[in-house]
């Protein structure tokens, strides 16, 4: 069994090097020099270095990785006390920060944040679509932005709903649990195609909920399959199951991770998009890698599923030996060649969920099973 307690350390020591780099902000998206911008107030990625630092406190007990931490739960109650910020990425921003602390230290104030956040994310359900919008329409309505959120549920939300299964099991209210159950039901179904590949989004009718079709915002076109959208659903239906304990979600898990395993660079690493023209530029996305990695690894960690912790390995390794950053004192982050918005032409960067997701698949292959999620 390959051993990555020598990463791990490699990890912790550089994100506690990086301590006063960061500060108290939290990391966006890093460029070719390997430095961070900070996220605006209430942005979606806000949540995963947070669960870095709560992961590497998990490891050393040092106390200054929880302090970090908590230094940044001012822009968390913030986000919940403005309606336009509620959307479906609750889940990332409090199962990585509120829901690890109160896991780790039985903090009560991050649990009735984190509730909170459960409630508002349960807010977000609609009935006769069953499923959760991604996002609230709002007066600021800038780029048509009510116009594309309207009747919209995105594939990130598989990841989401580990926030609402979380607060079933702490309050016993079974509403967290069904609306979550419906939507995980309704993502499959849409999300999904019979080949393995799945659809960045699923349009409903805002008017009557019924649904209309997928797309694919960020991949290279509706009917490819773009890479990080793929990695949701291969992490995100791996903890569903975990949840529910209903096989419809673990076969479903798998239809995704097989997809996504056969068509992976010779390298190990996800290229951006798995379905692009012959000839196409490889580009690489090592946060589609990293999450993948991460529920492959925890798909690996089900009785009769143990086969893929190879894979993971494979994958991990591919990581390590060409996108790693541990061993560059100037970068602030963990990972480079993520690939944040091709289409718009940002096709190399830092990104918090791949720094994230490494750290979590490397904890998963070290044998850990307890996480935030």
Same mark, same amino acid.
């Given at each position: 069994?390959?051993?990555?307690?020598?990463?791990?350390?490699?990890?912790v020591?550089?994100?506690?090097?990086?301590?006063?780099?960061?500060?108290?902000?939290?990391?966006?998206?890093?460029? %070719?020099?390997?430095?961070? +911008?900070?996220?605006?107030?209430?942005?979606?990625?806000?949540?995963?270095? %947070?669960?870095?630092?709560?992961?590497?406190?998990?490891?050393?007990?040092?106390?200054?990785?929880?302090?970090?931490?908590?230094q940044?739960?001012?822009?968390?109650?913030?986000?919940?006390?403005?309606?336009?910020?509620?959307?479906?990425?609750?889940?990332?921003?409090?199962s990585?920060?509120?829901?690890a602390?109160y896991?780790?230290?039985?903090?009560?104030e991050?649990?009735e944040?984190?509730l909170?956040?459960?409630?508002?994310l349960?807010?977000?359900?609609?009935?006769?679509?069953?499923?959760?919008?991604?996002?609230p329409?709002?007066k600021?309505?800038?780029?048509?932005?009510?116009?594309?959120a309207?009747?919209r549920?995105?594939?990130?939300?598989?990841?989401?709903?580990?926030?609402?299964?979380?607060?079933?099991?702490e309050?016993?209210i079974?509403s967290f649990?069904?609306?979550?159950?419906?939507?995980a039901r309704?993502? %499959? +179904?849409?999300?999904?195609?019979?080949?393995?590949?799945?659809?960045?989004?699923f349009?409903?009718?805002?008017?009557?909920?019924?649904?209309?079709?997928?797309?694919t915002l960020?991949?290279?076109?509706?009917?490819?399959?773009?890479?990080?959208g793929?990695?949701?659903?291969?992490?995100g239906l791996t903890?569903?199951?975990a949840?529910?304990?209903?096989?419809?979600?673990?076969?479903?898990?798998?239809?995704?991770?097989?997809?996504?395993?056969?068509?992976?660079?010779?390298e190990?690493?996800?290229?951006w998009d798995?379905?692009?023209?012959k000839?196409?530029?490889?580009?690489?996305?090592?946060?589609?890698t990293?999450?993948?990695c991460?529920? %492959?690894?925890?798909?690996?960690?089900?009785?009769?599923?143990?086969?893929?912790?190879?894979?993971a390995?494979a994958?991990?390794?591919?990581?390590?030996?060409?996108?790693?950053?541990t061993?560059?004192?100037?970068?602030e982050?963990?990972?480079?060649?993520?690939?944040?918005?091709?289409?718009?032409?940002?096709?190399?960067?830092?990104?918090?969920?791949?720094?994230?997701?490494?750290?979590?698949?490397?904890?998963r292959?070290?044998?850990?099973?307890?996480?935030?999620?």
């Amino acid at each position: 069994m390959s051993n990555y307690r020598s990463l791990q350390n490699d990890v912790v020591s550089h994100i506690r090097r990086n301590f006063d780099a960061i500060g108290n902000g939290n990391p966006k998206i890093g460029g %070719v020099d390997f430095k961070w +911008k900070m996220c605006e107030p209430g942005y979606w990625v806000a949540g995963f270095y %947070v669960g870095e630092l709560w992961l590497a406190y998990q490891i050393t007990g040092d106390e200054r990785f929880k302090n970090q931490a908590r230094q940044r739960n001012p822009f968390f109650q913030h986000l919940l006390h403005v309606p336009e910020l509620l959307n479906h990425d609750l889940g990332f921003l409090f199962s990585l920060t509120q829901v690890a602390d109160y896991k780790l230290t039985g903090n009560r104030e991050a649990r009735e944040l984190a509730l909170r956040a459960a409630e508002a994310l349960r807010g977000q359900y609609q009935q006769m679509g069953e499923f959760i919008q991604a996002w609230p329409l709002t007066k600021i309505n800038t780029e048509n932005r009510n116009e594309l959120a309207a009747g919209r549920m995105l594939i990130d939300s598989f990841e989401n709903l580990a926030l609402l299964f979380w607060a079933h099991q702490e309050t016993g209210i079974q509403s967290f649990y069904d609306v979550a159950y419906a939507h995980a039901r309704t993502a %499959v +179904k849409h999300l999904i195609r019979e080949d393995g590949t799945t659809f960045h989004t699923f349009k409903f009718d805002p008017a009557t909920q019924e649904p209309m079709y997928g797309q694919t915002l960020q991949g290279y076109a509706d009917n490819s399959c773009w890479s990080r959208g793929q990695s949701w659903a291969v992490h995100g239906l791996t903890q569903i199951y975990a949840y529910t304990k209903d096989k419809a979600f673990l076969d479903a898990a798998k239809k995704v991770t097989d997809f996504a395993l056969a068509n992976l660079t010779a390298e190990n690493i996800c290229p951006w998009d798995y379905k692009l023209p012959k000839g196409s530029e490889v580009i690489w996305d090592s946060s589609a890698t990293a999450i993948t990695c991460a529920g %492959v690894a925890a798909l690996s960690q089900i009785e009769g599923y143990e086969q893929y912790r190879t894979k993971a390995q494979a994958m991990l390794d591919g990581l390590q030996e060409h996108c790693d950053l541990t061993g560059n004192a100037d970068a602030e982050g963990l990972l480079d060649h993520g690939a944040y918005f091709v289409t718009r032409g940002d096709k190399r960067a830092m990104l918090p969920y791949g720094d994230y997701y490494y750290f979590e698949a490397i904890r998963r292959l070290n044998g850990e099973t307890n996480f935030f999620w």
